[in-house]
């Protein structure tokens, strides 16, 4: 048996970005599985440092799963960072440099999930 190649997503709680994000990396990346991480507002929450039990997970991640990817999102319409869609994108791009400045073996990419939930690169 072959083993199951994994990504990992870190987005919002908001239930209606999963199934987007993770069809997305799964098509994007031709993974097997998309490891979710989330938190409310979850471009903000690293943006803002809070990253200490984010870190960890994503650790666990790339450790167990041997994830190739990280995908950090933002959303429209996020009740968990409720700024323009330009913050979200200050907020986005700054949350990749900072989990890139933790040396893990896999790429850091952003996506921002418009207001039909479409994820685009960033």
Known sequence: MSEK????SLSCIDG????PMINWIKEKYSVDF???ITAPGIDK???DGNIESIKKSVII????????HIVISGHFGCAGNHVSENE???????SVDIVNS?????????????????????
Do not use: C, M, Y
């Open 61 to 68: 991640s790339i450790s167990n799963h041997k994830s190739s």
């Open 102 to 122: 933790w040396n893990l073996d896999a790429d850091v990419v952003g996506v921002w999930i418009d207001e039909n939930f479409a994820p685009h690169l960033i």
């Open 16 to 19: 209606r970005v999963q199934l």
């Open 45 to 47: 929450v690293i943006f």
């Open 88 to 94: 979200h994108f200050i907020h986005i791009k700054k």
């Open 5 to 8: 190649s994994f990504a990992t």
């Open 34 to 36: 998309v490891d979710t």
